[in-house]
């Protein structure tokens, strides 16, 4: 692949301009995403005409662009994580309408939690979770989860990496993190009363994939004084559904 | 951007690998996936090793490659498909708890119905829809409505070329199309009986954005000699449901 004078790749131009949308700016003029990409003002004008051409990028009628609906499909179709969605969707709703409160699905993902699908109720409390978005693990109901059932290099690399304080009572102490996780590898669960925001308790359990490995978590968000123990049972039936919906879905 | 010896772009090289991955065929070699995106041996390697390192692919321990969940991220945290599956969905649970079929999500990208959601009924019939899938806007419900409300030229476009025979219903001949969507439009819904699969009739009516304009159509999949009535006014208050939704989310 031709390198630019600058030294990167095609690919690592096309990762930089996609990364410049998000779900508070999914309209940009060519200029900005070249700025906000760091792109000279050619390359950005040659590269986006390239993506739009292909479908990955869309033009409306005042030359502002978005991300295509062909990138949307082309992510999609073939893909692991819609695979595990759809067999997670349908125990999803009955937790939602069971617990009456977000219920989320994440997966690991670059030393983050990665949220696959959440399922609001209108009635339900504050949540910061975006599908698409992404939680710090030792912060989050899932991400405790997630790092719980992750190899020891990858515990490890988080645990020597600094904690970050994002609420008063996320854990950012090293011992008390492994002692946490190995808490959670036990009892097969965790409950993170105000560990990513003061007013909420996460729930979460892990979801296991056809071979027993775990792959994903599934959690609700409860008020930061609400009873846990229905939301514990409902997530660990579902995560035990999904198990079975991935095993006969191969 | 840098061509290659045949010509093409280095973004035309992506788009060929991505198109690679159907919801058939997840996990592929790197020769597979050169020969089937028509790329010489080198070249294959050189650029699914770039993806592999953008995070837009993945390689598992027996070298095997899939789609990213990186690519998944980025090609959804910023996409307009998200925005409207995200006001569309609490609106099609519903229609899925009163009908108890399969209940989907199309928008119209370059002359077919792409389906952004699919719910389905365990209790449900066949149904051919995929998430990320396609169908042929003259043969399916969702299609006729998108058809129906889409601009003369498209409509014009669509008419001009042959309408193929996908089961013994379907429409094929243009003045007969021509009538239907006329019918659509003065209707506000469309009933398909038997135009995708013989055994099923497909029930579809369009989604409007919070400025009017017709952006989805919202449709159920009844078994082929059922009432459609309930179907019809489910769809019709979901929708009215999705554009206040979208109004208020701008």
């Given at each position: 692949m031709a390198n630019s004078p600058s030294g990167?790749?095609?690919?690592?131009?096309?990762?930089?301009?996609?990364?410049?949308?998000?779900?508070?700016?999914t309209v940009q003029t060519v200029a900005q995403i070249g700025r906000r990409a760091g792109l000279p003002s050619a390359t950005a004008y040659r590269q986006v005409g390239a993506l739009v051409e292909a479908g990955l990028l869309e033009r409306d009628e005042e030359q502002r662009v978005r991300l295509g609906m062909r990138l949307w499909e082309l992510a999609l179709r073939g893909s692991d994580a819609l695979r595990l969605r759809q067999a997670a969707l349908p125990s999803m709703e009955?937790?939602?309408?069971?617990?009456?409160?977000?219920?989320q699905l994440a997966v690991l993902e670059q030393d983050e939690a990665l949220f696959l699908e959440r399922l609001s109720h209108p009635q339900a409390g504050a949540n910061i979770t975006r599908i698409a978005g992404r939680l710090p693990l030792h912060a989050s109901s899932s991400?405790?989860?997630?790092?719980?059932f992750s190899p020891r290099e990858r515990q490890d690399h988080v645990l020597a990496a600094p904690l970050a304080r994002v609420a008063p009572d996320t854990i950012t102490d090293a011992a008390t993190l492994r002692r946490t996780l190995a808490e959670v590898r036990r009892s097969g669960f965790v409950v993170a009363a105000g560990s990513i925001e003061a007013v909420s308790t996460g729930v979460a359990?892990?979801?296991r994939g056809a071979d027993g490995e775990v792959i994903a978590a599934l959690s609700v968000v409860l008020p930061r004084e609400a009873p846990t123990d229905a939301a514990i049972a409902a997530l660990l039936r579902a995560a035990r559904e999904i198990r079975a919906?991935?095993?006969?879905s191969r």
């Open positions: 990167d790749s095609a690919t690592d131009r096309i990762v930089r301009i996609l990364e410049t949308f998000t779900s508070d700016r009955r937790v939602q309408a069971e617990i009456r409160e977000h219920t991400g405790l989860v997630l790092l719980a359990v892990p979801v919906r991935l095993a006969t």
